[in-house]
């Protein structure tokens, strides 16, 4: 009668929310436990890691992780913070002390008003589901030029490639200097034309992800 | 529609595009996108069509109901036009009664075909001074991806042109025939982005345009409706410029118009 | 329900108006992924029934005042186009409507885990484009599909579906005569995995036993869609990631 007991977590099969995974495995992330047995809670692919079996989503919105690198766009500036579009249910929080400049009072907006992106990094999350970013780690900075592209979540480490080799060939192809934002906000510069190829690229790869031979595809789109 | 926030950054390289003759779906400056129409979709509606530009998705049912024509009309037909921001086609369509941008582009569309004289309305009389059909011309908007106002402009003569008269149905002939239909409204939408003007918006265009500008033509060249939005402006030499390229850029809108309702 | 027509013999020879068996669905064929800007959604056909479902979210809950502190909620909207009957229907939103996003929202509220998004909103749209009976277990059909594709945690799909009374026979699914003309109309919805019931109405006349068997054949017809979502997902996702 329940077509989902028949179904496990092994091979390529994709999982859908209430499927039960394997007996012996622990139930990791995407997942969860009812009378004793793990399920999958999204729909994504099982993966398996020291004994926990995660599910990866293959949709969704960003989730914020401690220590994600994130493009984040200003949309409210407040006397002593920013708070940030990161793509998360939430707008995150940019605290003035966690900025390297010295911000009088009620002056944020004259250094990232509305609209203002900045690569930024994830630094707290806490049960309630709110966050606070922060500038003052490696790379971390106010973007001044390029565009942003946005692409699916759960497609950026497809965008980016294996050992970062899909990110490597669309960064050579157009000259352009590109930060893809764990949260699927992805900043582009170079010239406007090569932008405009670049960001096809990258939606092509997060729309196309699933499918086979997109590395020739995305070669050939670039040549 | 709720503001969602613009990345300066897009902005400003949309704008840079735009000025350099260029796109950011590889278009020229004024190319439509692909267009798809599929008629007699719904069996509830007299005429119907789905009509998909780019990345947007609109829905029209055309129905037509025996009324009372209006008492400075007695001998004609009437129509009502309206527009639904379905909640599900963006995430700045808010649930609730009809706000102006829906308001808006229906009115946009109906003069479209009212000024037109698309539909031959003396032909809807039924019974002088006493009845006459009313065409509900109501458009679904489903996927928002930029220039509504030309999609839903071709959604509606699309099902307008499917649609039959329901004779049968109400017992007043023994045969459903076609709508009279005498004239061909097709629009075609200008944004202004940074000093540039391009055809046919794409959804990020629409976000960091300055200006609209829509000019609704007839078969013949002759203008029919026209509509100017948003905050920004257009010089005169602008103006002047679009309404001489949508004569020639509807085109390919109306051979797929015409493919679609042969 | 017009309370039962004796006029029409809804059932000959074991077979239903429309050539149905009086336990037999309407076909059902879903399409997920038909929306771009929408996190997921799904296109469904029912019988002549037509939905789109579209799933935005999770996203910052508006109004400020329905927030929950603790969790999100599920705002499931249900809405049929004027062009969706046969007398136009006048547009946007009436207390039918208004009743059956309700109890689809709280239905929907039972699977999707909330308590993962405090505060959040997950909107859930349904349009229906063409109407001929059982709309309500088309359009929630519709929205568990959009909102596994667009990658909302849940503990399960939920199916449904209706069985009602026509001619004095209990039959699964009504069709728009039957349903106009019939004795009685039972929807449902379940969580397969667990068995349990999340959407229940009735209007209409049946008896102890008419029930018990309306319910058992209501509950198949679920487990049959609940097949029939899983197969239109699966084929969405088949490919290899």
Redesign the interface.
Same mark, same amino acid.
């Given at each position: 009668m329940n077509p989902s007991s028949s179904k496990q977590a092994s091979g390529r099969s994709v999982l859908l929310p209430g499927d039960k995974l394997e007996a012996d495995q622990k139930a990791g992330s995407g997942t969860f436990r009812r009378d004793g047995e793990s399920h999958a809670a999204v729909l994504g692919f099982p993966s398996e890691s020291s004994g926990y079996v995660n599910v990866h989503p293959l949709a969704g919105r960003y989730s914020p992780r401690v220590g994600d690198k994130v493009i984040a766009i200003c949309v409210e500036t407040g006397p002593s913070l920013w708070r940030m579009d990161i793509g998360a249910f939430q707008n995150s929080m940019l605290h003035h002390s966690e900025t390297d400049w010295k911000v009088d009072f009620g002056d944020t907006a004259s250094f990232i008003g509305i609209g203002d992106a900045a690569l930024a990094e994830v630094y707290m999350v806490d049960g309630s589901g709110s966050h606070q970013v922060t500038l003052k780690k490696d790379d971390c900075r106010k973007l001044y030029a390029g565009t942003i592209a946005r692409i699916s979540p759960p497609r950026v480490s497809r965008v980016i490639g294996k050992q970062g080799t899909m990110i490597t060939l669309i960064r050579e192809k157009t000259g352009c200097r590109i930060q893809v934002g764990q949260n699927g906000f992805v900043w582009i510069d170079g010239e406007p034309e090569q932008i405009a190829r670049a960001q096809k690229a990258v939606e092509t790869i997060s729309r196309e992800a699933t499918s086979r031979g997109l590395t020739e595809k995305i070669e050939k789109l670039l040549e | 529609m709720?503001g969602q926030?613009? $990345?300066? !950054?897009?902005?400003?390289?949309?704008e840079?595009?735009a000025a350099?003759g260029?796109?950011?779906?590889?278009r020229g400056a004024n190319e439509f996108r692909d267009v798809s129409i599929e008629t007699g979709?719904?069996?509830?509606?007299e005429g119907?069509a789905r009509v998909t530009l780019g990345?947007t998705?609109v829905?029209c049912?055309?129905?037509l109901?025996a009324g009372t024509p209006y008492p400075d009309s007695p001998g004609r037909g009437s129509m009502t036009t309206?527009a639904?921001l $379905?909640? !599900?086609?963006?995430?700045q369509f808010?649930?609730?009664?009809?706000r102006e941008p829906a308001i808006e582009l229906a009115r946009v569309v109906d003069r479209g075909i009212r000024e037109s004289q698309m539909i031959d309305f003396e032909g809807l009389c039924i019974e002088h001074g006493e009845k006459v059909w009313v065409v509900?011309i109501?458009m679904?908007i489903?996927?928002?991806?930029g220039n509504l106002f030309d999609c839903c402009t071709l959604a509606a003569a699309s099902a307008l042109a499917h649609a039959k008269i329901p004779n049968v149905q109400h017992g007043i002939a023994d045969k459903d025939v076609d709508l009279p239909i005498s004239c061909w409204p097709i629009s075609c939408t200008f944004a202004k982005l940074g000093e540039t003007i391009v055809l046919d918006p794409n959804?990020d265009e629409e976000m960091v345009m300055s200006a609209r500008l829509t000019v609704a033509h007839d078969e013949n060249g002759n203008l029919r409706a026209m509509q100017k939005g948003y905050n920004g402006a257009f010089t005169v030499d602008e103006i002047k410029t679009a309404v001489k390229t949508a004569r020639t850029a509807d085109k390919v809108l109306r051979k797929a118009l015409k493919e679609a309702t042969k | 329900m017009a309370g039962g027509n004796s006029d029409i013999k809804f059932i000959k020879k074991g077979k239903r108006l429309d050539g149905r068996k009086p336990d037999e669905l309407r076909k059902v064929r879903i399409e997920v992924g038909v929306l771009n800007r929408a996190d997921g959604s799904c296109y469904l056909e029912w019988g002549n029934n037509k939905v789109y479902a579209g799933v935005f979210g999770p996203i910052e809950c508006h109004p400020r005042h329905k927030q929950q502190q603790d969790r999100a909620i599920v705002q499931a909207r249900y809405t049929m186009a004027p062009f969706s009957v046969n007398d136009r229907k006048r547009p946007g939103y009436d207390r039918r409507s208004s009743e059956i996003s309700y109890i689809i929202s709280q239905a929907l509220e039972r699977v999707v885990m909330v308590e993962q998004f405090p505060r959040a909103a997950i909107r859930v749209d349904m349009q229906v484009v063409e109407a001929h009976a059982g709309t309500r277990c088309a359009a929630l059909t519709a929205a568990s599909v959009a909102l596994a594709d667009a990658g909302i945690p849940m503990r399960d799909i939920i199916p449904s579906c209706a069985a009602g009374k026509v001619s004095d026979t209990v039959v699964l699914d009504l069709n728009k005569e039957e349903d106009n003309y019939g004795q009685a109309d039972l929807p449902l919805a379940i969580v397969p995995s667990t068995g349990e019931v999340v959407l229940l109405q009735l209007d209409g006349h049946l008896t102890p036993d008419e029930f018990e068997q309306a319910f058992d054949m209501a509950y198949k017809g679920c487990m049959d869609i609940y097949e029939i979502q899983r197969a239109a997902l699966a084929d969405r996702y088949g490919g290899s990631a």
């Open positions: - | 709720s926030t613009v $990345a300066n !950054l897009m902005r400003g390289h949309i840079a595009l350099r260029e796109r950011t779906d590889g979709l719904i069996g509830t509606a119907s990345e998705t829905m049912g055309v129905k109901l309206t639904e $379905a909640c !599900l086609a963006s995430e808010e649930p609730g009664p009809p509900f109501d679904h489903l996927d928002y991806g959804h | -």
